[in-house]
């Protein structure tokens, strides 16, 4: 009798069974969870048990890879490290959660979302870097891809299409979350003269520009072009989040988002000149993950521009 174990088979895209043929899937993000997975030999249950859901979340993860249900964000943040893939397009599908957004506003940005992935090249990128890309356009472009499909999956740009949100910066009201805020944008800026302003000194990450205010001016001084008053703060929103106490940031504070310098000590947040305190104000924040509440993005440089009613 041969006393060889038999070598180790590929393990089953689903579950095998009766009557039941599994069906890949063509979501634009579930198939590349999918590909990744299988490429790494594991089964339904040891990806979920690998990104901190349970085994017998068997179901959860086969939702995911057809597109039916996207990731809390931590568990997308937990599949871009154990997949070693891009955790940008992860957490934008991520956001599109219905819980706690309407139901409708998250499945119309869901749609939109999915229906820009489908348009773009859909081979992996970058197979041979430790960390490969989602389906995106250009190995160059992967980043500013992602940005633009945050772009238009935000009620921001609700109505407009790709080529709308690849140019165009909506503009906020001064103090307005950009998580919560789901009024009609008070105008754009275009994203080409604002990369020509920056001129190669940050990256625009999920832009969005805030219409500058008195406050929020004086606070900003030693950044601002003696020309002129500027008209909007431009906040770049990159995750994970690194403060730098020499660059301004938009924070949330008192119930609405202020435009502050800060310094984060690995346990709390101090935020200058905050509104009706004198001096500073110090917020809770013992890990890095805690700077993304109150934190919105850093003030990359300020405009003089008129905005412009569409995008």
Not at 52 to 65: D, F, N, R
Request: charged share 25%; with cysteine; aromatic share 4%.
């Amino acid at each position: 009798m041969d006393s060889k174990k038999p070598e180790a088979e590929t393990p089953p895209p689903y579950p095998r069974r009766r009557g039941r043929v599994p069906k890949p899937t063509s979501h634009p993000l579930g198939s590349v969870i999918r590909e990744r997975r299988l490429a790494k030999g594991l089964s339904l249950a040891q990806l979920a048990e690998a990104i901190g859901i349970g085994p017998t979340s068997v179901s959860l993860v086969a939702a995911m890879e057809h597109g039916d249900i996207p990731p809390r964000r931590d568990v997308a943040q937990s599949l871009a490290a154990v997949l070693e893939l891009d955790p940008e397009p992860l957490l934008m599908w991520a956001d599109t959660r219905v819980s706690p957004r309407a139901a409708d506003d998250a499945l119309n940005d869901r749609a939109r979302l999915e229906a820009l992935f489908n348009h773009m090249e859909s081979p992996l990128l970058a197979r041979s870097s430790p960390r490969l890309t989602l389906p995106l356009p250009g190995a160059a472009a992967s980043r500013r891809a992602a940005d633009i499909a945050a772009t238009l999956a935000s009620p921001s740009t609700a109505g407009g299409g790709a080529d709308a949100a690849l140019n165009a910066i909506p503009i906020l009201p001064a103090g307005a979350d950009p998580d919560r805020y789901r009024r009609k944008p008070l105008g754009y800026l275009d994203r080409v003269a604002i990369e020509r302003l920056i001129a190669g000194r940050a990256e625009l990450i999920r832009p969005i520009a805030y219409e500058l205010a008195d406050e929020d001016f004086e606070r900003l001084r030693r950044v601002v072009h003696p020309h002129g008053r500027p008209l909007h703060a431009l906040v770049s929103r990159p995750l994970p989040i690194v403060v730098d106490a020499r660059e301004p940031y938009a924070i949330r504070f008192g119930g609405r988002v202020i435009l502050a310098y800060c310094a984060w000590d690995g346990r709390e947040l101090v935020v200058l000149q905050p509104p009706k305190q004198r001096g500073f104000a110090r917020l809770k924040a013992k890990r890095e993950s805690d700077l993304e509440e109150h934190i919105v993005g850093q003030v990359v440089t300020l405009n003089w521009w008129e905005p412009t009613g569409k995008p």
